[in-house]
């Protein structure tokens, strides 16, 4: 690794990837979900390029590369184009970490099969350091690593987001993509202090329900049901930056971004049932998809 500060047990082979002890029976859920999902449209999208994101996408959708409905390959210019707005998702989060240098070590917590750490290793030239809950996406995202040759700078391992066997200040910069759900934001953010150096950086994208609309509307419960997890508001993720000495730097609604992404997403083959609940809750106001930039002092 390129960054001495960071201590961490050497990643096991593949083979013996095991999912860990969980602190709770939820925990334990969510490592048993990851590993039994399969979703085509998290596989098809990597296959475009090899890149595989566990998240959605931002932007305009180009509709000169979808060709011809008719065409019999506009099924698959549309995986491409789908795939192109996930991965314009993670170039934003990741344009967000700041002054990142070679000798640096980034940490991406809920990392998935690792996109979002290949991208941020061929941006930066740095090192990596994934965790998960699920030895699956470990093994896939390291077996990914090695394929391309980048593995002694990109690793995931398998542990809790919220107890990472990282040395205390060690990373410059940290995130989460679409993960945060899955734990208590005062022990995720405690945990992002914990690791992250005196003025390092921590980003965020994730959906949150809107403070304003209430209270977590059918649409947002649907969407907790699907993934078996638990959408905070945008409200408390402010709050318990605050308490772990995290000073957000830009908050940004990436809403409107993000229904081009979903509206194109639900007229493909790929679709898992949930895309009316994420149009219909950001159209009317009750779901947000935001971007959090917040600096550790």
Known sequence: MTSAELTTAPAPAPSALRIPGPATPYQGDIARYWDGEARPVNLRLGDVDGLYHHHYGIGEVDTAALGDPQDRDS????????????????????????????????????CGRGGSMVMAHQRFGCSVEGVTLSAKQADFANGRAAELGID???????????????????????????????????????????????????????????????????????????FECNIHSRREYLRAMADNRLVPQAVIDLTPDTLPYWELRATSSLVTGIEDAFINSYRDGSFQYVLIAADRV
């Open 152 to 226: 002694d700078h990109v690793r995931a391992t398998v542990c809790n987001m919220l107890s990472m066997p990282f040395a205390t200040g060690s990373a410059a910069a940290s995130w989460n993509n679409e993960s945060s759900m899955y734990v208590d934001l005062d022990d995720l953010f405690a945990e992002h202090s914990r690791v992250l150096e005196v003025g390092g950086r921590y980003v965020t994208i994730t959906g949150c329900w809107n403070p304003r609309y209430g209270q977590p509307s059918k649409w947002v419960s649907q969407i907790n049901a699907h």
């Open 75 to 110: 099924e698959n210019k549309l995986i491409a184009e789908l795939h192109r707005l996930e991965s314009a998702q993670a170039d934003v989060l990741l344009g967000h970490l700041g002054d990142i240098g070679r000798g640096d070590t980034l940490v991406d917590a809920g």
